[in-house]
């Protein structure tokens, strides 16, 4: 059973740092479209960055420049090292998958058919 798992999320100043995590089980992420995405209380669901299988990566331009998004094949873990926070990073982060590869819009939920249960993150002014 395909599953993924996030791990990471907790409470910091603005300014700080976070790395989350998010383990696959159940297949490879190698060749899988992996993405993270957050939602803070009243809003959409919105995509906070992702990447293909060849290394393309794509980010929402709300954390272009303090968001890095990376993978290791070998441990099938998908990370989002998250820098400079801001309190409008404060939401329940997500990670999503697609085994067959990333398709239109990486950003867009519908893309993918397997999510994580998620991870808070609260940054406090």
């Known amino acids: 059973q395909e599953q993924l798992v996030e791990s990471g999320g907790g409470s910091v100043q603005a300014g700080g740092s976070l790395r989350l995590s998010c383990a696959a089980s159940?297949?490879?992420?190698?060749?899988?479209?992996m993405a993270w995405f957050r939602q803070a209380p009243g809003k959409e669901r919105e995509g906070v960055a992702a990447?293909?299988?060849?290394?393309?990566?794509k980010y929402a331009a709300s954390v272009k420049g303090r968001f890095t998004i990376s993978q290791d094949n070998g441990d099938d873990t998908l990370y989002l090292l998250m820098n400079n926070l801001k309190p409008a990073d404060t939401g329940e982060y997500f990670c999503?998958?697609?085994?067959?590869?990333?398709?239109?819009?990486?950003?867009?939920?519908?893309?993918?058919?397997?999510w994580g249960q998620g991870t808070q993150v609260t940054v406090s002014s």
């Open positions: 999503a998958a697609h085994p067959d590869g990333c398709f239109g819009n990486f950003l867009n939920g519908d893309n993918y058919v397997t």
């Open positions: 159940g297949y490879a992420i190698r060749g899988s479209c």
């Open positions: 990447i293909d299988g060849r290394g393309s990566i």
